[in-house]
C-alpha cells in the first residue's frame, strides 16, 4: 500500500475505549463557545446599517473596523495557544470567554468610532485562540480514529453562532436599538462562563503522550519541522482562504445583501442565518462522510484532506458566480452552497492537525497556524470595502470582491491538495528522530 495512502486501521479504532457521555457533553459546550465566539464576531455586520447611519461612517472606514478585529488576532492565537496544555481548560476557556464579554460591554452605551475600533481590536485579541483552545480539549477527549465527528461539531458552533445571531439580532435592533444587540451577547457569554466554571473540564488523554493514527507520532517533534511540514503549510493555506470568506461573510453579507442587491432587513436577516445553519449542517454531515470514509479504510490524506480542498474548490465557484446571477431562488442557494461547503470544510481539515502533531505540542501549533490564516480576515475586509467605496454603484463593488474571493479560494484547494500529505510527514518525523537517536547514541 502506498504510503499516502495508509489509512487509521482497525487496531488503531479498537485500541482505545469509545468515548463516553462526558466527552459528547464536553463537545456540546465547545459547540456552544464557539457559537458565542462567532456570533461576537457577526454583531457589527447584522447591525452594520444602523451603525453606519449613526456613527456618520462610509464603507471604507466600517471596513477598518470589521479589519480591525484582527489586527490582534495573532497575537492572540499565538499566546493562547502556548496556554493549552499548560493552564487547566477550566479555568484557561472561562477566563477567555470573560475577556470576550468585558470588550463587548463598551457598545453597550458608546457612539464613539474610536471606542468601538478599540473595543473590536481588544475582542480579536481575546478570540484569537479560542479555535485552538476549543479544538485542543476536544481532541483530548477522543482517540485520532474519532476525531473528525467531534471536531466538526465544535467547528459547526463557528456557524449556528450567527445562525442564532442574525434572527435574534434582527429582531432585538428593530425591537430597542443596536446597543441592545452588544448587551443580549454579552449576557449569553457570561451565562457561557458560568456553566463552564462548573462542569467543563479537560480530557483524560495524557497530554505529553505519543497517541496512534496511521503510524506513531514520536513524543515531541521540533517546531521547525511541524510547521514546515507540508501538511500544516497546506491547510493554512486553506484556512487563510476559508477564514477570508468567512471574514468578508461577516462583515460585509448582510450589507452586500442590502445595498447591493435590495433586500430588505427581515430578508436579509433570514438569508444570513441560512448560510450560517446550512454550514453548520453540511460540516456535521461531512465529518460523518469523513468517519465513514476512515472506517472503510480510506487513507487519511483522502477522507480528511481532499475531501476538504474538493468542498472549498466547489465554494470557491459558488462564491465567483453568486452576486453575478438575478435575485431569486437560484441565486440564494448558490449563495448558500457556496458558504456551507467553504465552512463544511474546516471541521474535517482540523482533525488533520492532531494527526501530524504529537499531543502536547497541539496547541502551540494550532496557535501559530491561527495567527497566520487569521491575516486573511486582516485583509478581506479592506479590500471589499475599497473596492465598494470605489465602484461607481455598491453591486459592483460586491461582484468585483466577491470573484476575487472565489479566485482565492480556488487557488488554495489547489495547493493545498498538492502539499497535504500527513502519512509522508509523519514518516519523516520518525525518520528523523531516528537519526537524532542514533548520532546521540554514537
Excluded at 142 to 163: N, Q, W
Amino acid at each position: 500500500m502506498a504510503a499516502e495512502s495508509l489509512p487509521l486501521t482497525a487496531s488503531t479504532e479498537t485500541r482505545r475505549p469509545p468515548a463516553g457521555r462526558r466527552a459528547w457533553l464536553m463537545v456540546a459546550l465547545l459547540l456552544a463557545f464557539m457559537l458565542l465566539n462567532y456570533a461576537d464576531k457577526a454583531v457589527v455586520g447584522l447591525v452594520g446599517v444602523d451603525l453606519l447611519r449613526d456613527l456618520d461612517i462610509d464603507a471604507s472606514e466600517f471596513g477598518v473596523v470589521q479589519s480591525g478585529f484582527f489586527w490582534l488576532y495573532a497575537a492572540g492565537a499565538i499566546v493562547g495557544g502556548f496556554l493549552v496544555g499548560r493552564v487547566p481548560a477550566r479555568w484557561l476557556l472561562g477566563g477567555i470567554a470573560l475577556l470576550w464579554v468585558l470588550c463587548l460591554l463598551p457598545m453597550v452605551w458608546s457612539t464613539s468610532f474610536t471606542v468601538l475600533l478599540v473595543s473590536r481590536m481588544l475582542l480579536g485579541f481575546a478570540e484569537g485562540p479560542s479555535a485552538a483552545m476549543a479544538l485542543g480539549v476536544a481532541h483530548s477527549w477522543f482517540p485520532a480514529a474519532r476525531r473528525a465527528l467531534p471536531t466538526s461539531f465544535v467547528v459547526a458552533g463557528a456557524s449556528f453562532g450567527p445562525l442564532v445571531a442574525a434572527p435574534v439580532i434582527t429582531a432585538v435592533v428593530a425591537r430597542f436599538d443596536w446597543h441592545a444587540a452588544f448587551a443580549v451577547t454579552a449576557v449569553a457569554g457570561l451565562v457561557w462562563v458560568v456553566v463552564w466554571l462548573f462542569i467543563g473540564r479537560g480530557g483524560p488523554e495524557g497530554a505529553g503522550r505519543a497517541e496512534g493514527t496511521f503510524a506513531e507520532l514520536p513524543e515531541r517533534v521540533p517546531y521547525r519541522r511541524l510547521l514546515t511540514s507540508g501538511t500544516v503549510i497546506g491547510l493554512t493555506v486553506l484556512f487563510f482562504a476559508t477564514y477570508a470568506s468567512v471574514a468578508v461573510k461577516v462583515s460585509w453579507l448582510p450589507l452586500a445583501l442590502r445595498q447591493g442587491l435590495g433586500y430588505d432587513a427581515t430578508t436579509t436577516g433570514w438569508l444570513v442565518a441560512l448560510t450560517y445553519g446550512s454550514g453548520g449542517v453540511l460540516m456535521i454531515f461531512f465529518g460523518a462522510v469523513s468517519r465513514a470514509m476512515t472506517l472503510r479504510g480510506a487513507g487519511v490524506r483522502a477522507s480528511r484532506g481532499v475531501l476538504s480542498c474538493v468542498l472549498v474548490a466547489v465554494a470557491g465557484l459558488c462564491t465567483i458566480a453568486w452576486p453575478s446571477l438575478d435575485r431569486g431562488p437560484l441565486q440564494i442557494l448558490v449563495l448558500v452552497v457556496g458558504a456551507s461547503l467553504c465552512v463544511g470544510a474546516q471541521g474535517v481539515a482540523w482533525a488533520l492537525v492532531s494527526d501530524v502533531t504529537p499531543a502536547a505540542q497541539r496547541g502551540t501549533v494550532m496557535g501559530v497556524m491561527v495567527s497566520c490564516y487569521s491575516l486573511g480576515g486582516v485583509v478581506a475586509p479592506l479590500v471589499l470595502g475599497g473596492l465598494v467605496n470605489g465602484a461607481s454603484d455598491p453591486l459592483g463593488g460586491y461582484r468585483t470582491g466577491f470573484a476575487g474571493l472565489g479566485g482565492l479560494l480556488l487557488v488554495a484547494a489547489l495547493v493545498a491538495i498538492w502539499l497535504i500529505r500527513p502519512a509522508r510527514d509523519v514518516a519523516a518525523y520518525a525518520s528523523a528522530s531516528g537519526r537524532e537517536q542514533a548520532t546521540v547514541d554514537a
